[in-house]
């Protein structure tokens, strides 16, 4: 696996879901610890889990503070905050982490098949890692206007 | 003339944007169905008249292509376009959905005026070839 290649589709796919579907403008950051601002627990984080497969097998996490999931959710649908429900909020997380990972992948290589698993909603503290990258980790910061979201790969087999 | 669509994505905020956008891109349409997943569409397919259904690929239970295999042992089903619309991107994936009877595919994300010319091409309304692959100019005020 090339790292620096993981890296660039998986900033090139985030840009592209965010900014197409989602009308976020955004950047990419290194230099604020994430985990420590969100420790403050002034804002719930949710998070989005999804597992794949293939000629690497794994999990990504996207995670997001809820006000700007509940905000991207209302842009998303074209509606007023108030008339977005929790369940609204929480498919539309998923189907981000869905649209990035498969847009990663297909970037990363287009002609191997990566199997994608269903996303699921779990808590940010018990699957995010260190958001330093390594050999089998690879961490991005994204900033943008209002707040900061993280997504994170974490590969456990590489065939 | 109308067209009744079925949607068929187990995200309701993807159904309700796929809507929106169909109604915003000026397209015919009769009557909207929505499904979560490959199950639920069939129940539709069975009991509604439906000309075309746009699903997702990646679904709990049974995902878009099981869907597609499903109705094309249906005589009548087999002829109703599919649509993939998908994050799906590699080649090997979009040659089997082709294989096995999806009409076409729109790759997540999509811009609106993407869906507009995909659906426009897939009814009929255009015969311009180029379009069906164009990711569009003109912005759709949706």
Known sequence: MKNKDMITAMKNSISDVLETMFFLSLDFSNDIDLLELWNTGKDPIIAAKLSFSGPLSGYAVF????????????????????????????????????????????????????????????????????????????????????????????????? | MAYNILIVDDSSPMRAVIKKIVKASGFNVGQFFEAINGLEAMEVLNHEWIDLVL???????????????????????????????????????????????VIDYIKKPFTPEQIKQKLKYIMGETEDEEQRYDNGDEELDF
């Open chain 1, 63 to 159: 995670c997001i503070p809820k006000k700007s999931a509940l905000s991207i959710t209302a842009d998303f649908m074209g509606k007023d905050e108030q008339e977005i429900s929790d369940d609204q909020i929480n498919g539309t997380i998923k189907e981000i982490i869905n649209m990035i990972i498969g847009n990663t992948f297909s970037m990363y290589n287009p002609d191997v098949v990566f199997n994608l698993g269903v996303p699921e909603l779990v808590g940010f503290h018990d699957v995010i890692k260190d958001l330093s990258d390594s050999e089998k980790r690879f961490s991005v910061v994204i900033e943008t206007l209002e707040n900061y979201l993280a997504f994170q790969m974490n590969i456990t087999n590489e065939n």
């Open chain 2, 55 to 101: 699903t997702d690929y990646n679904m709990p239970d049974m995902n878009g292509l099981e869907l597609v295999e499903e109705m094309n042992k249906d005589d009548h089903l087999k002829s109703i376009p599919a649509v993939m619309i998908t994050t799906e991107g590699s080649r090997e994936r979009v040659e089997e959905f082709m294989a096995k009877g």
